[in-house]
């Protein structure tokens, strides 16, 4: 995992390193020369300039400059409060001007058609929140040190901040609550299954699926199956129509309403639980939902129509093992509020408030457990922005926590397998439908070897 820590964050670290300052501006100036230098593909001749602020951002562009002069660089510096427009002609723009600490506003020169690389994140870029001003340096590259901001992932961040190198300069960050999720980190947590293992062991029950909206259930338990559950039971209030039905799925009908008694009847033989996909808003479907997840002892996968029913009400019935994945609409529903500009704090109040892990989708997904600990997905990008693929992310979800994964870890983990197999997709004309049959080649991806011996 890479740890994430935001501005303040790393201002405490900075504080805190037994190092002295001026060590800490050297090896990241040292950083940045080596990164130009690459970008370069050589010295000889080559001419960069070097937008220098005041503050440490700034220095760590003139420790960069310095070593780059040693190398036979020309080196133009340039104050960016009075830098002019476009600037000069120059192989390479290095943006040290403000970095992290930026606040108010910044009209960045042209830099003339040159490349850019950026120190730490670039100029005009809120390192929080990644919101950004009208004219900021569109970076090539990005060196950013210790750890990612948040900025860097969040809003028009990743727009401007081009291939981002986290660079070690020595600071420990081992008090980081939030991280970036790896493919190594998948690999690992992806749960394996042994020779002796049967159906049962990874049976996942899904309740969903009105009349009219059975689209969404039948995508969430052909994706439970993609992902690894051995055995799925469909719950349809109302009755489960064949045509839509997954041939390797078991059909349940349930009364319209009343319907949670039936469910919980017998849901100590399953793993997990989804509920919502495509279940519709009828105000009588509340208390089934409800009581459903507050009597469930088993992992409860809420999204869709269920997080729509329960509202602001959601935290009298979710826990530990309740797995919440609102977008930012249904967000405000559960909340009260849609999400800040600061991302990540919003979805750690909302999981502390609720006591249950939530998933915000977005480019950048947001996880974050009761306790704070946060974990955030990139693996995705625009092939996602289309109907159903939500339903397709609670079935990954729900079958790896029947696999025994823990609710926190099964969010962060089905949000990148879900990215990563839509990764492999077409880049237009992508519909939900088309990562159920890529999923099983992501899984083969990370994780060859499937089987334990």
């Keep these: 995992m890479i740890p994430i820590v935001t501005p ?175 493919k190594a980190d998948a690999r690992a947590w992806l749960p394996r299954r042994d020779r002796a293992t049967h159906k049962w062991r990874s049976a996942v029950c899904v309740v969903g699926g009105s009349p009219g909206l059975e689209g969404a259930a039948s995508l969430t338990a052909r994706a439970a199956l993609r992902a690894g559950a051995g055995y799925v039971r469909w719950s349809a209030p109302g009755g489960v129509p064949l045509v839509a039905k997954p041939l390797e799925a078991v059909a349940v009908d349930l009364p319209a309403h009343g319907w949670s008694d039936v469910v919980l009847a017998d849901v100590d033989r399953f793993r997990a639980v989804t509920v919502g996909n495509g279940l519709g808003t009828d105000e009588r479907t509340r208390t089934d939902v409800a009581e459903l997840i507050g009597r469930s002892e088993i992992p409860v996968v809420v999204d869709a129509d269920a997080i729509t029913l329960l509202g602001e009400e959601a935290a009298a019935v979710t826990k530990a093992t309740t797995v919440l994945t609102p977008h930012d609409s249904e967000f405000a529903r559960l909340t009260g509020a849609a999400p800040s500009p600061d991302r990540v704090r919003s979805v750690r109040d909302a999981a502390a408030a609720l006591g249950s892990v939530v998933l915000l989708k977005g480019p950048a997904t947001i996880v974050a457990s009761p306790g704070g600990d946060v974990l955030v997905s990139t693996s995705g990008d625009a092939r996602l922005a289309t109907l159903g693929t939500g339903d397709v992310l609670a079935g990954v979800i729900a079958a790896l926590c029947a696999g025994g994964l823990d609710p926190f870890r099964s969010a962060a983990t089905g949000a990148f397998l879900h990215g990563w197999a839509a990764a492999l997709g077409w880049r237009r004309g992508f519909v939900a439908g088309d990562l159920l049959e890529l999923l099983p080649a992501a899984l083969d991806d990370l994780v060859p070897d499937r089987v334990e011996t």
């Design 8 to 182: 303040d964050e790393m201002g405490a670290i900075d504080k805190t390193a037994p190092e002295p300052v001026e060590e800490l501006i050297a090896r990241a100036g040292g950083a940045v020369a080596r990164v130009a230098l690459e970008m370069l593909g050589g010295t000889y001749g080559r001419r960069i300039v070097v937008l220098a602020g005041k503050g440490n951002n700034g220095n760590d562009g003139r420790a960069a400059a310095r070593r780059l002069r040693s190398r036979g660089v020309r080196v133009t510096m340039v104050d960016p409060m009075a830098a002019p427009d476009p600037l000069p002609i120059a192989d390479l723009v290095i943006d040290a001007a403000f970095g992290t600490g930026f606040r108010g506003s910044f009209g960045a020169p042209d830099a003339g058609g040159a490349p850019v690389l950026a120190v730490d994140i670039p100029s005009g870029v809120n390192g929080l929140t990644g919101e950004a001003t009208d004219r900021v340096l569109t970076a090539d590259r990005t060196v950013t040190f210790a750890a990612l901001k948040p900025g860097l992932l969040l809003a028009e961040g990743p727009d401007f901040a081009g291939e981002v190198e986290v660079v070690d300069i020595g600071l420990d960050v081992s008090s980081a609550r939030a991280h970036l999720l790896t």
